[in-house]
């Protein structure tokens, strides 16, 4: 199975590590290619990937083509490599806000298409992708292209509709826990630690939680409710930072994130 990626910038740069750090490709089974010459050849040479002279040729060389172009070339492009986008191959696109009707409408309904949404933390194996297939790709198609992003984090099935509220939850969120993370930080600083030593702790106790929540199945709330003892210290501090608006706070930023994403205005 070969994979060929159009556009090499930081989100497929971030895909790409992963799946060679997972070795779910061989670097030799990797084609690239980009607008700028001196953008994608480097970094082709750097990592022992096939570098191809053109979008057609990235596409013709591949099982699996992964559409990762900004969204203003993105149609553009699908319009230059139709001719190699037989329904042999699956087309994976990574653009945000191009839809499956979109792209049937410029390659046709018959070539396998999957829409994803990457977060970020696929470069360290931990992503978070939504994906949306069209009928044309099912059974072990859809098992390959899934594999992917399933080799470098978690996938979920969506409707098209909740890729906005997807993009909030998973794809700005890694801002939002960095912030909460950093927040912890400086608590612990205030309080004598240095700004490292406190960070490492906040970000294991966070990774640690996140692992908790997926691994026990448990909601949340019952994992709060096993460390809060009667009286304790951490009711304490839970209903301080209630009574700061921590969970309205939240809210309110994923609102903000969605409706801003929506193009919607105040
Ligand atoms: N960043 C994220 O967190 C994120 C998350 C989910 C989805 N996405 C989606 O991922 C896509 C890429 O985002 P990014 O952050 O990686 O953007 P980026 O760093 O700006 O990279 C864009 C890439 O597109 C290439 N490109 C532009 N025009 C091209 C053309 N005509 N033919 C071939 N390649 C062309 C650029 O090539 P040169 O460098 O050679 O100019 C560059 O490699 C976007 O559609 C975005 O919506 C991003």
Same mark, same amino acid.
């Given at each position: 199975m070969k994979i060929g990626f159009i556009g090499v910038g930081g989100m497929a740069q971030a895909i790409i590590g992963g799946l060679l750090k997972a070795k779910t490709? !061989? &670097? !030799?089974e990797i084609t690239v290619h980009s607008h700028r010459e001196e953008s994608y050849l480097p970094y082709a040479q750097a990592h022992d990937l096939v570098a191809a002279k053109s979008n057609a040729a990235v596409a013709a060389n591949s099982d699996l083509v992964v559409l !990762?172009? @900004? &969204?203003?070339v993105a149609q553009a492009v699908l319009t230059e490599i139709k001719g190699q986008l037989t329904p042999a191959k699956t087309l994976i696109s990574i653009v945000a806000g191009l839809s499956l009707a979109d792209m049937a409408t410029l390659i046709g309904a018959d070539v396998p298409t999957l829409r994803t949404l990457p977060n970020v933390n696929v470069e360290v194996g931990a992503g978070m992708t939504a994906t949306a297939a069209n009928a !044309?790709? @099912?059974?072990e198609r859809l098992t390959a292209a899934l594999r992917v992003f399933d080799t470098i984090g978690s996938t979920t099935m969506l409707a098209e509709e909740q890729f906005g509220v997807f993009s909030a939850l998973a794809g700005s969120s890694p801002a939002y826990i960095d912030f909460f993370i950093d927040s912890l930080s400086r608590a612990g600083v205030k309080h004598g630690l240095t700004k490292q030593q406190a960070t490492e702790i906040a970000a294991q106790a966070t990774l640690g939680s996140a692992k908790m929540v997926l691994q026990s199945h448990k909601i949340p709330f019952e994992l709060i409710d096993q460390v809060s003892? &009667?009286?304790g210290s951490t009711v304490a501090g839970l209903l301080a930072m209630e009574e700061a608006g921590l969970m309205t706070a939240v809210v309110k930023g994923i609102d903000a994130t969605i409706k801003r994403d929506a193009g919607e205005t105040d």
């Open positions: 490709f !061989a &670097p !030799a !990762a172009v @900004t &969204p203003n !044309a790709l @099912t059974g003892s &009667p009286g």
